[in-house]
């Protein structure tokens, strides 16, 4: 069977088919590097992971980039208010997202580009340029270049907006997607007071590049004029996905993008996630409350990308459960497969996995069809049915799903016990009770483990 995936563009499931047959040029919209990345970033970052895993388990070669918006209203906004020059205030929240990523076994993409590398800004001034001499963009009163929406009949296909609607509301300076309405949008800001220092030279002043251009830039400098799949959280869609298109397009003369997939927003307790809400967590966040990336990873993993993900303490708490059977399940095979015996497969079916990815990534049909060998495989081991020589079959089934899932215990090898305690010791000190954090930490202590209180958190290790 073929893959198939949604395009957002035509709203159809569509068998998969990369420009060149067996490789794949991907690009995934990063993240912007004033704060850290918060949870309902990452589930767009590990759904992208799973979908290049995905391809990778079924064969294809593929070129992803991942940029990193490091110059937009906030990144200024950020770096005037610390006091400190643009990369300076940037660096430590691009270690940070690397880090994340590393928690939560998210693969690293080819290309992690820079928006603010000369070669970058060099090729958006070009388009830029190019758009202009086209029509297609103009320099208005205040120095500033725009995008004309009405020299591309196209714009709104994405997001199944109708052209007539958004040429009347107007154009918009603002690249906070919070902020931006439809209209034409900045291709380049001419510089004012509020951007400081922090401005380059272009043939229409001192400025700086809109925040969509950037991503243009960067895919067509990197993978070329047309990529097969782009993708991104569902916010992405309008107008930077929108904007991405048009400006391209109108540069490059050839579709842009074969597949476009977006991956639904994430919830807490079925509220939007907000810092005034008290609902807003980062990967840190988590990981300070004794929750592993490896958990994080299960859950912003276990629902479908295009269905909205309602993140719980109690969907945290599955996590754990479904990986210790995991785990265990692993440890039972390992204990008996023996290296001597010949492969032989039980009468299981391990391709279930697959076809549900194939499927567009019907991830919760993949990991039913995965939790359904873990308890037909025990029957077969409570029975004394399994024999070594399946549980080898067994245990190489395991290895394909782990190139996808990433599941396995690893370095983390914490008991469940021990992790349990550390949660509990977070919440005393959240909420300021001491003394049973004290208590809870010798407790850790008399199993064998020690804690240190850092600035990121607690910091579990084995008693020395
Ligand atoms: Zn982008």
Request: aromatic residues 10%; glycine residues 6%; charged residues 30%.
């Amino acid at each position: 069977m073929s893959l198939r995936f949604f395009n957002t563009l035509t709203r159809e499931i569509e068998e998969f088919r990369p420009v060149d047959p067996g490789h794949v040029r991907m690009y995934t919209c990063g993240p912007t590097v004033y704060d850290f990345a918060h949870i309902g970033n990452f589930r767009a970052y590990v759904f992208e992971d799973l979908l290049q895993r995905h391809l990778e388990f079924r064969g294809y070669k593929i070129e992803r980039v991942m940029n990193l918006t490091d110059i937009d209203d906030k990144t200024i906004r950020g770096c005037r208010a610390a006091g400190v020059a643009l990369s300076e205030f940037t660096r430590p929240y691009k270690n940070a997202f690397f880090e994340d990523l590393d928690s939560l076994r998210i693969r690293r993409a080819d290309h992690f580009p820079e928006a603010t590398a000369p070669n970058h800004i060099e090729r958006m001034i070009e388009m830029i340029a190019t758009l202009i001499e086209r029509d297609c963009a103009y320099r208005a009163e205040d120095g500033s270049v725009y995008f004309r929406i009405g020299s591309f009949p196209k714009y709104g296909a994405l997001a199944h907006f109708n052209l007539d609607e958004l040429q009347s509301t107007g154009r918009v300076r603002s690249d906070e997607y919070e902020k931006e309405e439809a209209g034409d949008f900045a291709l380049w800001k001419a510089w004012d007071e509020a951007d400081g220092d922090v401005w380059w030279q272009s043939p229409w002043g001192r400025g700086r590049p809109g925040r969509h251009i950037e991503c243009s830039a960067m895919a067509t400098q990197i993978l070329g004029p047309q990529i097969d799949i782009h993708c991104g959280g569902e916010d992405n869609i309008f107008p930077h996905h929108e904007a991405e298109i048009a400006q391209t397009e109108s540069v490059t003369g050839v579709p842009f993008v074969r597949l476009w997939m977006h991956c639904k927003h994430l919830l807490v307790d079925g509220r939007k996630m907000s810092k005034s809400e008290n609902n807003f967590f980062t990967l840190r966040d988590l990981m300070e409350r004794g929750w592993t990336g490896r958990e994080v990873r299960y859950v912003l993993l276990a629902v479908k990308y295009r269905e909205p993900l309602n993140f719980t303490f109690e969907s945290l708490e599955a996590a754990r459960k479904a990986l210790a059977r995991y785990d265990e399940w692993s440890r039972r095979l390992e204990a008996m497969a023996s290296a001597n015996a010949e492969p032989v497969p039980p009468e299981l079916n391990p391709e279930k996995f697959g076809e549900a990815l194939d499927d567009d990534l019907n991830i919760s049909a993949a990991l039913g069809a995965v939790f359904e060998l873990v308890r037909d495989s025990n029957r077969l081991v409570d029975a004394g049915r399994l024999t070594s020589g399946q549980a080898r079959s067994l245990l190489a089934w395991r290895e394909r799903y782990e190139w996808v899932l990433a599941f396995s215990a690893g370095e983390e090898g914490v008991p469940d016990d021990v992790r349990d305690i550390l949660t509990r010791r977070a919440e005393a000190r959240a909420k300021k009770e001491w003394a049973l954090s004290d208590a809870l930490r010798d407790q850790l202590l008399a199993t064998g483990w020690q804690v240190k209180d850092t600035k990121e958190g607690q910091k579990l290790s084995r008693k020395g």
